[in-house]
């Protein structure tokens, strides 16, 4: 599986990472991590990026695109890699693009967490905090003021990606703002409707696109019943897509199965709502009645 978590600072993508890699056993790419790695240990490339991190700008795309290409050649990346913080900018979505391309390697889904950015500084702070009583040294960068710029830039070159992906089919958005357990379940339940979590690397599942468009709508429910509903949604866009991998007979009953269970609502209401006009109409026709038989009567 390989998958790009997309959100502002504080959105919770290193705390999802964390937990998928748990879960599924592959590996975390944080570009930050990375580039907080290397200005610790005072390379030319950490030296580099420690002021411009400091400052809550970006470091320049040549840089982070050459850690990652390097990065994914390692033997543990082989299996799937969850990317947090990279993409950053267009230009770096267009250079994984090429990178992916050459390696025929395929990028599962874009998992964007949103969220009020009003919730950000208290969340920011929250992890400085921890940190803290952690003993830990806490990052330069998780301050109010710098987390204002590295919203700025969040805006203006990171947010242009979601429209990237989402015109390459590839944005499912989470509502970040759910407890860290919920967000966990609904990227699961996303990543199983895309098929993203069966061993099938270089497979695209047949009904992908649909699973897709499935979940990205049900992933937008915030409340918990609606939640409940679209995982019933999901069902039979799961379904087609693992049928992809079986004979063509159950790949066409997955197919209907999943036809008859997407019109099921509609025409459930379709039928509701010519019981209920039938008994408006008989309704009329009584009192029609009733107003002749009264009019006759009088
Ligand atoms: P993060 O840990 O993802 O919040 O990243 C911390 C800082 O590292 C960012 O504010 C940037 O300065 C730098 N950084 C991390 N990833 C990238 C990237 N993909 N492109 C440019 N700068 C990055």
């Not at 490339?45 to 400091?54: C, P, R, S, T």
């Not at 990279?86 to 979505?93: D, L, N």
């Not at 700025?152 to 979601?162: D, V």
């Not at 979590?197 to 649909?210: G, N, T």
């Amino acid at each position: 599986m390989r998958l790009i978590l997309l959100g502002p600072p504080g959105s919770g993508k290193g705390t999802q990472a964390q937990r998928l890699v748990h879960r599924h056993g592959i590996v975390q790419l944080s570009t930050g991590e990375m580039l907080r790695a290397a200005a610790a240990a005072g390379t030319p490339v950490g030296l580099q990026a420690k002021e411009i991190m400091a400052n809550g700008g970006l470091v320049p795309d040549e840089v982070v695109v050459g850690i990652i290409a390097d990065r994914i050649e390692e033997p543990d990346a082989k299996k799937g890699f969850i990317l947090d913080g990279f993409p950053r900018t267009v230009p770096q979505a267009e250079a994984l693009d090429e990178l992916l391309r050459k390696k025929h390697l395929k990028l599962d889904a874009v998992v964007e967490l949103r969220v009020n950015e009003s919730a950000l500084l208290a969340r920011v702070e929250k992890r400085a905090e921890e940190t803290r009583a952690r003993g830990e040294e806490v990052r330069l960068d998780d301050t109010p003021e710098v987390l204002t710029k590295r919203l700025a830039q969040y805006r203006s070159l990171t947010e242009p990606l979601i429209h990237y992906y989402s015109e390459r089919r590839k944005l499912l958005t989470v509502d970040g703002m759910m407890t860290i357990e919920h967000v966990t379940r609904e990227i699961n339940r996303i990543l199983t409707a895309l098929g993203a979590l069966e061993p099938k690397e270089h497979e695209e599942p047949e009904s992908a696109s649909k699973a897709s468009r499935t979940a990205k709508k049900t992933a937008k429910r915030t409340t918990r019943k609606a939640a409940e509903s679209a995982s019933l949604a999901a069902k039979p866009a799961r379904k087609a897509a693992k049928g992809a991998s079986k004979p063509a007979s159950k790949v066409k009953a997955a197919k209907k199965a999943a036809k008859k269970t997407a019109k099921q609502p509609a025409r459930k209401t379709v039928k509701k709502a010519a019981r209920r006009a039938a008994r408006a109409a008989n309704a009329r026709k009584g009192a029609k009645g009733s107003k002749k038989a009264h009019e006759k009567a009088s």
